[in-house]
């Protein structure tokens, strides 16, 4: 049944983007690994209709649609898939929120050789956890993401609850003059700041996108923060909606969405109940700043289902290890300002400043000599991290290959999840508790872009 509106779906009403590439399709309907290996995910340069003035030049993209295809896998089989580049600079792919192999990683040095253009790389991993997830490049990355270079990762759990529809928003924006091409992505002023905004927003690469799902039918609504700078504020108008997973993982218990704030690299599932009259639309808004911006309408269309979320059976828990608070080893982190000039001489393109660091040291970015690492730990302890952010801005921190518990904030009620991506607000002190369970280096850093590419990286070692 939901596979047949979901197809009908694929087909008809939901607007080109959200189901494009034939990636997302072996992915979701081979039902062999070897179907899935054969896969190759192109990233190249392009053009996209971003604007009513014509093409967007020098956008950057994977796959063949404009859109990055939607990545379908399955928690807990192999996954595998080529990256070949034909951009004409470096690139890899980062699997964010992934608990996988080091080595599959995409950090240059850390991890793994840049992909240089023309050249390819063999990604190949088994996603431990169903959810929402995302990938895109960690080398040039201001640059490469803020052209497009993002795309969603639903990984599927034949437990989860069936629900009438699916849909999944890519939620970012773009830096366009008024003639619809690119302005300078980096204002040094703006870096040090909240960083620099783009200037029209977007889902799914459209402006205010309209989807049809069915009257009074459950959508499971899947939603990724993938821009490089903005903190969103969200809120459905016109239909009943519930949080059930946040940053991939389960909610304890679900809750109303209202006013939730998430940050670049975040992302939310949101059981929507859409409303029983035919052509009744629910608005998805980013409520933060002064005015108010409507991301993408939901539309009813045939006759009511007639579904209540309360029927929602819970989505089944991934398997995270619980950290052991009784045995943890403290860990403090303290996020802070920095002023100084740099080479800019990355070939994962240096910004030419630090405005940021982390434990007072800013991150070698590319220089090809990083840092000690920020933190040694041992495979299978459990380690709490003490962060406080005496800055006055708001920080997505993003953790690889670790799932943390985030557990008493100084500022924040904390939902019980795990998380990778914790957004701390300013003056905050916050503890993440993990298990150190995947041996590798694995960068923490912030998820503001610019903050990123200025000193607000580093990385922790478990062995
Ligand atoms: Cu979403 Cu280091 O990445
Ligand atoms: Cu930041």
Redesign the pocket.
Same mark, same amino acid.
């Given at each position: 049944m939901a596979m047949l509106t979901r197809r009908t779906l694929l087909k008809g009403a939901l607007v080109a983007g959200a189901y494009v590439g034939g990636i997302g399709l072996a992915g979701r309907f081979g039902g062999l690994a070897s179907a899935q290996a054969a896969t190759t995910l192109v990233a190249r340069p392009g053009e996209a209709m971003i604007t009513d003035t014509g093409p967007t030049r020098g956008i950057m993209t994977y796959g063949d649609a404009e859109v990055p295809p939607i990545l379908r896998m399955r928690r807990g089989e192999a996954f595998a898939l080529r990256l070949d580049n034909r951009l004409d600079e470096p690139t890899t792919v =980062?699997w $964010?929120g992934l608990r996988i192999d080091n080595r599959m990683d995409g !950090?240059p040095f850390l991890t793994q050789p840049y992909v240089y253009g023309g050249d390819g790389f063999d990604y190949a991993f088994t996603p431990p956890d169903a959810g929402t997830f995302?990938y =895109?490049p &960690?080398c040039n990355t201001l640059e490469q993401m803020g052209r497009g270079l993002a795309g969603v990762i639903v990984v599927e759990d034949p437990a989860d609850p069936v629900f009438d529809a699916e849909i999944v928003l890519n939620l970012r924006d773009w830096r366009l003059g008024g003639d619809g091409q690119f302005i300078a992505q980096f204002k040094p002023r703006d870096a040090a700041r909240a960083g620099t905004f783009g200037t029209v927003r977007t889902a799914n690469w459209r402006q205010s996108p309209q989807y049809d799902a069915p009257a009074g039918g459950l959508v499971r609504l899947r939603l990724a923060a993938t821009d490089v700078t903005r903190i969103l504020t969200l809120q459905i108008e016109g239909a009943e909606a519930e949080v059930i997973a946040l940053d991939g993982n389960p909610a304890a218990t679900r809750f109303a969405l209202d006013h939730l704030m998430i940050g670049p690299?975040q992302r939310l599932d949101i059981a929507l109940r859409m409303p029983d009259t035919e052509g009744a639309v629910a608005t998805l808004k980013d409520l933060r700043g002064t005015k108010p911006a409507t991301l993408a309408t939901f539309r009813a269309v045939g006759t009511s289902l007639k579904r209540a979320i309360g029927d929602l059976p819970a989505l089944a828990a991934n398997p995270l290890p619980e950290p052991d608070l009784s045995a943890a080893t403290e860990i403090p982190f303290i996020l802070s300002a920095s002023a100084e000039e740099r080479p800019k001489d990355g070939i994962c393109g240096s910004l030419g400043y630090n405005f940021w660091a982390i434990n007072r040291v800013p991150w070698a970015d590319d220089s090809g000599d990083p840092t000690a690492p920020l933190a040694e730990m041992k495979a299978g302890k459990t380690y709490i991290f003490n962060v406080k952010n005496p800055t006055p801005q708001v920080h997505p921190l &993003?953790l $690889?290959g670790l799932a943390f518990r985030p557990m008493n904030s100084s500022k924040q009620a904390i939902r019980p999840h795990f998380s990778d991506t914790y957004l701390i607000l300013p003056d905050e002190k916050v503890q993440l508790a993990l298990v150190a369970d995947n041996p590798g280096d694995w !960068?923490f =850093?912030c $998820?503001i872009i610019e903050h990123q590419k200025t000193g607000m990286t580093s990385y922790v070692r478990v062995t």
């Open positions: =980062h $964010h !950090v995302w =895109h &960690h690299g &993003h $690889h !960068v =850093h $998820h």
